[in-house]
């Protein structure tokens, strides 16, 4: 092994130890006020304790993105949590890797042809080209994709941090802009910026999904019993596998192959029952025989056709055969209306996305009196899409 080598042997080493010990810190300090603070602008919710906290994480599996973030991007008052972190009495080498945390931003990188465990990325903002050893990326992703990730610089040798996303090659150019656009922001802002565009880019390449409700839509839910929880969830997740369905929580899946791709198709797990909806009635079928085929022991029960605008008349919500039902019906529709809001074109906004429209007076009334329409139908929801809806009105509409 060469000097070379060796050095790029230690610094990874020195990397892990630090990253693990860095990670059980910012564990051990998710309870801190200024912490849960900036956990609430991170997900674009009010978290008011750790265990709201610790159940995003867990739902979204999104600690990978969470907890770099914290660590050296957030704004606490005196600069991100790892400044906080114990480094007395630790090696030079161990202080250096803990100063290029520090000093590293989230960018968007074009990956290049790997040779064995070197690979090469172009930045997408000033286009300069760093070589990195990285075990990683070894048979990892191929060349062409674009990464969203953290390349730590130590003069001779650069080490991958950390990969928030993976996108195919045609969200190069999206991605171009993304990172022209936020390399100038806060640090704090620009991995959540990178993210949103990232979530953009990676619909853009999937066959769409109708997120929205038409404003004729009405929402077809197929209600199935099931017996074992357990095993219903080892077949949906295995159909995951499959890529059949994309899994959109730790309950709830979306179909990504065939006629029933583009409509919304959403199933949600309960612990006796299944629910499967779309807002495409000529699809029903298509989604009953789906559900016979993935789960050949649940049994339909029940067929429900609702109106969702319709909830928003008084009389159609006491004519509902339960509040419960209601409270499910507002949170589908919810769930799918708020995903990625800021930064998703809206049908009922004329395609345009809010925070495009929220630079205007115009945007900005037309977005209010979208709210005021949508008010009635979130008081049904739980409360985590109130908090929601109240945290969007207070992003885009309160100008």
């Known amino acids: ?109 074009l990956l290049g042809a790997t040779e064995g465990r070197t690979a090469h990325l172009q930045h997408l903002g000033d286009g300069h080209r760093v070589s990195i050893d990285e075990p990683m990326l070894e048979g990892g992703p191929p060349a062409g994709e674009v990464l969203v990730a953290r390349v730590l610089d130590l003069g001779d040798v650069h080490l991958l ?42 619909r853009a390449s999937k066959p769409s999904r109708s997120m929205g409700l038409s404003p004729t839509g009405i929402r077809t839910t197929l209600v199935l019993r099931h017996h074992d929880e357990a095993a219903s969830l080892d077949l949906l997740e295995a159909a995951c596998a499959r890529g059949l369905l994309e899994q959109l929580g730790p309950r709830r899946f979306a179909f990504m192959r065939g006629t029933l791709a583009p409509t919304g198709a959403v199933l949600r797990l309960h612990a006796e029952r299944i629910h499967a909806s779309t807002i495409h009635r000529d699809r029903v079928g298509d989604l009953q025989q789906a559900l016979a085929e993935l789960l050949p022991n649940a049994s339909l029960t029940m067929t429900i056709h609702r109106d969702l605008n319709g909830l928003l008349e008084p009389k159609a919500a006491k004519a509902a055969a ?29 395609g345009q996305t809010p925070r495009a429209l929220s630079q205007t007076a115009a945007g900005i009334a037309k977005m209010r009196a979208w709210f005021h329409a949508v008010a009635p139908l979130a008081a049904l929801a739980d409360t985590r899409y109130q908090q929601q809806l109240a945290t969007l009105i207070g992003d885009f509409a309160a100008g």
């Open 322 to 350: 339960s509040q419960g039902e209601l409270r499910a019906l507002a949170n589908d529709w919810l769930n799918e209306a708020l995903v990625d809001f800021g930064d998703r074109p809206h049908a009922e906004f004329g």
């Open 1 to 109: 092994m060469t000097l070379t080598h060796l050095r790029q042997h230690q610094l990874r080493r020195v990397h892990m130890r630090l990253l693990t010990r860095a990670v059980e810190f910012a564990q051990e300090s998710l309870e801190l006020p200024d912490v849960l603070a900036a956990a609430s602008r991170f997900f674009g919710q009010r978290l008011r304790d750790v265990r709201e906290l610790e159940a995003r994480l867990l739902d979204d599996d999104a600690d990978v993105q969470f907890y770099p973030w914290l660590l050296w991007d957030a704004e606490l008052g005196d600069g991100p949590l790892g400044l906080r972190l114990p480094m007395r009495g630790r090696s030079a080498m161990e202080h250096q890797v803990w100063q290029a945390l520090l000093a590293t931003r989230p960018a968007a990188w």
């Open 161 to 202: 941090d950390a990969v928030h996303a993976a996108l195919p090659g045609r969200a190069l150019a999206a991605m171009t802009r993304a990172q022209r656009a936020v390399q100038h922001e806060a640090p704090e802002r620009q991995l959540r910026r990178l993210l949103n565009w990232a979530a953009t880019a990676a």
